[in-house]
T-cell receptor
Framework: GIQVEQSPPDLILQEGANSTLRCNFS?????LQWFHQNPWGQLINLFY???GTKQNGRLSATTVATERYSLLYISSSQTTDSGVYFC???????????FGKGTTLSVSS | SQTIHQWPATLVQPVGSPLSLECTVE??????LYWYRQAAGRGLQLLFY??????ISSEVPQNLSASRPQDRQFILSSKKLLLSDSGFYLC???????????????FGPGTRLTVL
């Protein structure tokens, strides 16, 4: 099946710093989503981005489907950005999302 | 707008006891429904998905089963819990498009299950 690798596994930032999270996938995809899991476990949808670039406030994402990777950019990080960021993909012939292992982000003030 | 509910929020059960977790979706019809499990410190793993009433597909053979008695209701069950069933269980929905996850998935708040 399709493989999803996220990097880095852990990231520690000072408030105000920028960061880039990466998601590599092993095959063509129909669906790619970025999620933020908050301390209570809730998965919050950040982007639905099988291709192209999207921006939402301080966050933006780019997926280059032909090169099988996606990037999540966080600018001017805040302590509330802390948590685990997951990338999940759905392959051409699949039926559900395959998740990476996540990037754990810690932002300190 | 659509909302997804799960209950209970937390559950502590002894080994060998039965389990029933419920998920309901409001504000949409004929959704695809999914059950995922997240073990401590790990990513999410798909357990079951459903494209319609009574239609259940299992991704991983295990001690659990799922049912969809109504269009917007998805239930996760077990007859006898094992220690390894502990984890965080998340229900998700997406627009029903021929049973494939082509559309954005939205997750419920989850149920944290501890089996002792």
């Amino acid at each position: 099946g399709i493989q999803v690798e996220q990097s880095p596994p852990d990231l520690i930032l000072q408030e105000g710093a920028n960061s880039t999270l990466r998601c590599n996938f092993s095959d063509s995809v129909n669906n790619l989503q970025w999620f933020h899991q908050n301390p209570w476990g809730q998965l919050i949808n950040l982007f639905y981005i099988p291709s192209g670039t999207k921006q939402n406030g301080r966050l933006s994402a780019t997926t280059v489907a032909t090169e099988r990777y996606s990037l999540l950019y966080i600018s001017s990080s805040q302590t509330t950005d802390s948590g685990v960021y997951f990338c999940a993909v759905e392959g051409i012939e699949g039926t559900a999302l395959i998740f990476g292992k996540g990037t754990t982000l810690s932002v300190s003030s | 707008s659509q909302t997804i509910h799960q209950w209970p929020a937390t559950l502590v059960q002894p080994v060998g006891s039965p389990l029933s977790l419920e998920c309901t979706v409001e504000g949409t019809s004929n959704p695809n429904l999914y059950w995922y499990r997240q073990a401590a410190g790990r990513g999410l793993q798909l357990l079951f998905y459903s494209v319609g009433i009574g239609q259940i597909s299992s991704e991983v053979p295990q001690n659990l089963s799922a049912s969809r008695p109504q269009d917007r209701q998805f239930i996760l069950s077990s007859k006898k819990l094992l220690l390894s069933d502990s984890g965080f269980y998340l229900c998700a929905w997406s627009v029903g498009t021929s049973g494939r996850a082509l559309d954005e998935q939205f997750f419920g708040p989850g149920t944290r299950l501890t089996v002792l």
